[in-house]
């Protein structure tokens, strides 16, 4: 089988691709991604020199681009995205053009090349905020109200997806999933932005009062919920994916990650909220449970310690990582 994933050199498509290269030895990807700040081609050292994978740099938004790469292949796996809600708050331009325009584009081509299947990589957040304290999560069925700028153009590709299967029979599937943490993933998130900063001996920002919930899903989980999808989901279906049952609050998870690098709690800094900030997440996996017989294999406490080892290990790939760019956005986002 070929492949082409897009945005590959990110955080999940890295991890995806490295995941599926060990476990599907006769397949080919092809790496189709922009290098926008987020991409980093320092993320698949471990398979540049593997003959099934190969990389091409490109913009999905550009048609002709588009085009090229898609020749002769089965699947498109579509992970390629603008994904941090902040830099959507600040500048939502980019995210309608890569999250819509860039779906759209790949999905006129993904019907012309009569693609096998096209899988798309969404989120919870198309599903709106939940309310502290209450049992209920999202699943399948949970209506979209996305509410900030990042969650509408990811909740706006969806529909775009569906109507493709529905009016032009493209054989798609969809995952949303909750927020992944783990090695490789850009030190603007949460986890790695809490671990990073402390092993500095910096501050912590934590926005509002801290008690904001997400559901964390560790990303190896996440790519095989994405293998099983591809190889036993059916066309048209959506598949929720998520991490562990309990709720955890964002100041529990730092407190958990100052106790692993033994920092105490001098080091939290309550900073201005963010916009519009959704309350919580939660995921009810059962469809793809039932359905593929998926289910979270890593609980949290565990792989959140070797995620922190894992940034302890590679100061220097998030010490480039943290570049010129990258602090002039961390001044003007915790400026005050
Ligand atoms: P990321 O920001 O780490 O990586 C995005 C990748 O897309 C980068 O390599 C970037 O260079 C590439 N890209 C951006 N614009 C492009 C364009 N126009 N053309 C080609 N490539 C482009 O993102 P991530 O965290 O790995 O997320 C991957 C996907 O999963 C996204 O679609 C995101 O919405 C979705 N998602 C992420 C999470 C999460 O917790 N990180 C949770 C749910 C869903
Ligand atoms: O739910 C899935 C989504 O998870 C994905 O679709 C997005 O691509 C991904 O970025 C993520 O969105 P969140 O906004 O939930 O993730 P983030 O890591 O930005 O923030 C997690 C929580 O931590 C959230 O409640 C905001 C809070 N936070 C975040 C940052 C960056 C802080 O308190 N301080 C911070 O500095």
Redesign the pocket.
Known sequence: MRLLV?????????NFIRYWLRNNLDDEIIN?????????LENLIEVENNPNYTFVR????NVNEVEGVMNKIDVVV???????VDRAIMNPM?FV???VI?TYVLLEQALKSKIKRFHH?????CFGSLKLGEEKRFDETTSYNPKNP?SAT?ASSDHLVRAYFNTYGLDITIS??????GPY??PE?FIPLIITNLIDDKKVPVYGDGLYVRDW?YVED?CKAIELILKKGRSGETYCVGGMTEDVSNIEVVKKILDMLGRDESYIGFVRDRPGHDRRYAIDWSKINRDLGWKPEHDFNGWLEKTVRWYKDNKDWWERVKNKEYLEYYEKQYAT
């Open positions: 897009t945005g590959g050199a990110g955080f999940i498509g890295s189709f991604d922009k290098l926008t700040y987020a991409g980093n490109g913009d999905i938004c579509h992970f390629a995205a603008e994904s941090h980019t053009k890569t999250n860039g990589v969404s989120t919870d957040e990042y990811k949303s999933c909750s927020n992944n943490f993933q850009f998130k899903l996440h």
